[in-house]
């Protein structure tokens, strides 16, 4: 049986000008507001969908990773997920950068750099973004 996630946004006036609000309805956690300049431009305070979009992909890869670890018999001790999107208007999503930052006891870098990318690939949140033609992973296993 499907897990169901929902938030919901609100908005008010045309693109330039207007504003909105999405709101986290199955957690609770919160209402953030949103505008076009804050997606297109500077932040001010506001989020946007991309930001919210690289929220989701650096959890979702840090479960997908956290996931291949235990199945080959290894436990994390830290994991730490970046994600960049690059949003254009007029194109879109044009990329997203992952920067994994990771500290796994008795772990070669083969092996590591072999799991990270697996991971990349078989995370939910990545093959939901697959129309995105640049995705990529920058992954440094700590001592």
Same mark, same amino acid.
């Given at each position: 049986?499907?897990?169901?996630?929902?938030?919901?946004?609100?908005?008010?006036?045309?693109?330039?000008?207007?504003?909105?609000?999405?709101?986290?309805?199955?957690?609770?956690?919160?209402?953030?507001?949103?505008?076009?300049?804050?997606?297109?431009?500077?932040?001010?305070?506001?989020? %946007?969908?991309?930001?919210?979009?690289?929220? !989701?992909?650096? +959890?979702?890869?840090?479960?997908?990773? @956290?996931? &291949? $670890?235990?199945?080959?018999?290894?436990?994390?001790?830290?994991?730490?997920?970046?994600?960049?999107?690059?949003?254009?208007?007029?194109?879109?999503?044009?990329?997203?950068?992952?920067?994994?930052?990771?500290?796994?006891?008795?772990? %070669?870098?083969?092996?590591?750099?072999?799991? !990270?990318?697996? +991971?990349?690939?078989?995370?939910?949140? @990545?093959? &939901? $973004?697959?129309?995105?033609?640049?995705?990529?992973?920058?992954?440094?296993?700590?001592?």
């Amino acid at each position: 049986m499907a897990t169901v996630r929902k938030a919901h946004a609100v908005w008010s006036g045309d693109l330039p000008t207007g504003s909105g609000q999405v709101t986290l309805d199955s957690s609770g956690l919160g209402t953030y507001d949103v505008t076009w300049k804050a997606r297109a431009e500077e932040s001010g305070g506001k989020t %946007s969908p991309e930001e919210l979009i690289a929220a !989701a992909h650096s +959890a979702c890869f840090s479960m997908a990773f @956290s996931l &291949a $670890l235990s199945e080959e018999g290894k436990t994390p001790d830290r994991l730490e997920t970046h994600a960049e999107v690059d949003f254009v208007p007029g194109k879109g999503i044009t990329a997203i950068r992952l920067t994994l930052s990771a500290r796994v006891p008795g772990l %070669s870098e083969d092996d590591f750099q072999r799991l !990270a990318n697996d +991971a990349k690939e078989g995370c939910p949140v @990545s093959q &939901a $973004l697959a129309a995105v033609k640049d995705i990529s992973l920058s992954a440094t296993l700590e001592s």
